[in-house]
Every structure is written in C-alpha cells, then in structure tokens.
C-alpha cells in the first residue's frame, strides 16, 4: 500500500469510471450507481487504488453530466443521493477511494443561478455568469470561439446581452471573477468533502477565469498547433490566465484542512508539457494535472522519450506526474496509439503502469477495448452531431463489455443500451479466466507495481536503448524496455529476472547481458544485486 497514507494517491492506479457506460443495474440501457456498486469486486480485485466517477450530479444531458443543473445532488437516472453513500461507504470498505468530477467553469442552462442570472441586468445572480454588450455592430462582445464551434457567445433577448459559453450554448461560463462564486464552490466542496469524498477531478480546470476585459483572442499561425488552427485563433484570453491558480490554491487549503488531505486532480487540456506544469504551482496547487501532451503523443520511442523526459525534468520538485493513455474525450489507447494491435496495446499498458506517478486507467483499458464504430444515426455526443463524420466522443464511451452474452454483462434489461455494444468477443469474463489476457497483465502489473518499492516510487531514468525501444530504469534494481518497431531488438547491459513480459511465456526468464525483444514486446527487468 502507500507509503504515505496522506498521499495514497501518489504511486497508485486510479481508475475513471464513465458511469453512464459502466453497469446498468435497473435495466434501463444507462449505467447508474448501484451498477458500480456491483461491480466493485473487479475493481477491487484489480488492484486500483481509487475511482474517479464522471459527473453524477444532475443533468439535463445536453453534454452527459458535464452541465449540471445542482451541485448537490445525484441524477435521476444513475441513482440517488442514498446510492452515492453507500458507494462510498463500499468502496471505502475495500480500500478504494471515490474522487466526484466537478465542473465549475460552467453550469447547465438550467441551473437555478442561470435561470435567475438572465431575468433581469441587476438580478443579484447577473454577476455570477459572464455577459457583456453586444460590440458596435450588434455581434458578439469579442471574437472569442467556443472549443465546441461557433461564436463562444449567445444573445439573450430578454436582456440585450449575450452571455459567454465555451462550450454549448447549454453551457453558461461562470464568472469566477465574482466573490460569491468563489464561496458558493467552496460550500460545494466541503458539502462532499464530509460525506467521505476523497478528492475531486477538475474539469476545465485551465479555463475557470476569463481575461477581466474580454481582449480579443490573437489570430493562429501555422507555427500553431492543429486545435489552434482548427479554432482560427490562439486562446489566450479565454485559457490558462495567471489567475486561475489563485483559486486553485483557495482549493488546494480547503482540501489541506481535512485528514487525510482532499485531492485535486486538474483537468488541464492544454497543448505544451510546459503548460500543465504550471497548475502544480508552486506544490500548492493542485497535486495531480493531467497530461495530456503525453497522451496525444505518437506511440514512438523517441517521442515518447521527449514528453516523459520533459514532464520528469520541469515538474516541481516533490511533484508527481500523471499518465494516461484513454478517458472519455479521446479515441482509445488501444485503438488511437496501438491502430487496433493487442500486441502493441499491452506494451502501451505496461509503459502506463510503469512510468513514475500516478496512472489513470479508463473503464475497458484494462481489456484493451477498442473505440466502437458510430453511425450517423446512433451519435448522441453534440460534438458528433456537429462535425460528423468525426463521431465526436460517443467512439470511446460505448458500454463497458463485461462479457460475450446479449447485453454484454452490462444490462440485465431488455433496453437497447444508451450506445451501442463494441465487439463482445472482448470482455471481461473471458479475460478473467485467461492467464495471458490483457486484464491478467493489467492486474498483474499492478500487483508487481504494490510489490516493488522501485518499480512503484522509483526515480525515472532513461537507458541507452536502440531507435524503436523506450526503455528506462526505476530506482535502482527495475528496468523496463519496451520494442515499439517492427523488428528484433536488443538492450544491452541487463543482468537479472524477467519479473513480467507481454510476451507471457517469457515471465521468469534470466537475462545474462542482453535483453532481447520481439517486436511489439515490452519487458519489466528485477536487476540482479
Ligand atoms: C471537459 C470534459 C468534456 C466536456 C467539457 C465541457 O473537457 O471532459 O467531456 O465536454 O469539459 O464540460
């Protein structure tokens, strides 16, 4: 277990459960709590430390629980404040801690503080969102776009203004310049700190606080990156400002002042390494940022030597990196780096499970699932609607495949599910039984990483290694080498064990010198003394 047990969090496996995908108890074709519920055992037996459920609270689905119409209550359709406590009460029991997502960039539409915010320009709620005059032609205040498409700004006609949204029109901005925001998300907070919360994932954690004068966002170059061109514009006012930090700090002591300390883990969707090391603060912001630098990164060796190389040489001091490979916004890992190749997926899961920090696994990693083809007619993500034929994010959000029978293990109901199955032939069930499944790997390793003092906290070197190999060393007695090319490779230097291959049948082997690697392989080194 952790060394720590302030920071159990810091070498751990975390896991996100999408719960509208995750298990269907009540037969309904969505997901819902006591679904989770039910399916603590694999979780538990997997070996992961904690969970982090996608939004809960309730919703009116125009972004699935990412616009949330209370902050202090559960959705209809995944359960009830009563199922919340008893999943924490549960999981807590099986040494498994529960982080909510919370979303406060935006609010739905139909928040009770927007309802109140539009109705009039001197409303005691007006302040809270973000709205502005129409500019001198009658369009929107500022060029500003939302990440989603479109003018980030809606006319409402009651009051001649428009008001700002990043994302949907479904989706009002906060205005995090204003004191009583500020409180009222620190109320929210402790209100699940003390139910047993264990910490909370951030969304849109680098956008909460907008330039105070609305500047227009500067024009994107083709030294800019694909999303920067995609959206014409460069956002640097409406992202990353300088402020955001002091309210993650204000975050940060409220999470400090509770024993065990809360965690925060940022959602921060930003393009540069450079730029996510900057929401650790100075170790007093939040503790775990995610990279998504990293994830976006080719599934190369040197590539990938770059961004881990740079995570580990920037980051803070006592600071702890975060890798993922999969979550709910991006095309799988298995199918995104791996193009579909088990092979080249289980080296993928051994370099996440190995790297320093703490990993974040997605519901179906752990199986190697793949993204699910949509249709036209079956895309429900608004992202999709929008720009198809990209699916948007429904690909990577279809339900959990626990086994290969109609209903996938994941409804016991005669529903069609709320998206439609991936390939059943990869599941849960079978993998189980299977002693060289991708689960049996994934748990496994998990198990060596709980095991191992130096393949857990181990400081991370890069080795000397052939072009396609991405091989490091952690702390002193692991190595692990991973042969991302399509031909034979070989590391030279290594004398030890083999404690654990994706080639299964080499687990045990001796290495006198040279750690040879097929293709597609990836091997974790105990070092002889
Ligand atoms: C985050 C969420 C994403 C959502 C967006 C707007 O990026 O992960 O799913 O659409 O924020 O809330």
Redesign the pocket.
Known sequence: MADDPNAWWREGVLYQVYPRSFMDADGDGVGDLRGVIDRLEHLQWLGVRGIWL?PVTVSPNA?????CANYRDVDPSLGTLSDLDELIADATRRGIRILL?I?P??TSIDHAWFKESRTSRDNPKRDWFVWADPSADGGPPNNWVS??GGPAWTLDATTGQYYLH???PE?PDLNWWNEEVRDAFDDIIRYWFDRGVAGFRV??AHMMVKDAELRDNPPATSEDSFMDQMRGQLPLYNSCRPEVHDVHRRWRTIAESYSPPRLFVG?T?VGKVEDVLAFYGDGDAFQLNFNIPFAECPLEATALRTTIELTESIIPVGCTPVWTGS???LSRFPTRWAGGDPLLARCALMMLLTLRGTCFLYEGDEIGMVDTEITREQVLD??GIKFFPYAG?DPERTPMQWSGEPGGGFTAGAAEPWLPFGDLSCNVADQRHESDSMLSLCRDVISLREALPDLRAGAYVSLDSPTDVLAYRRGERIVVAINLGTEPEAVEGIRGEIRCCTDRSRDGEKIEGVLSLAPSTAAIVLLAR
């Open positions: 996608s972004d699935f629980g990412y616009d997502d979303v960039n935006h990440t989603f990043n994302f949907l989706q969304d849109v959602e969707f979550n709910h916004d608004p992202v994010r």
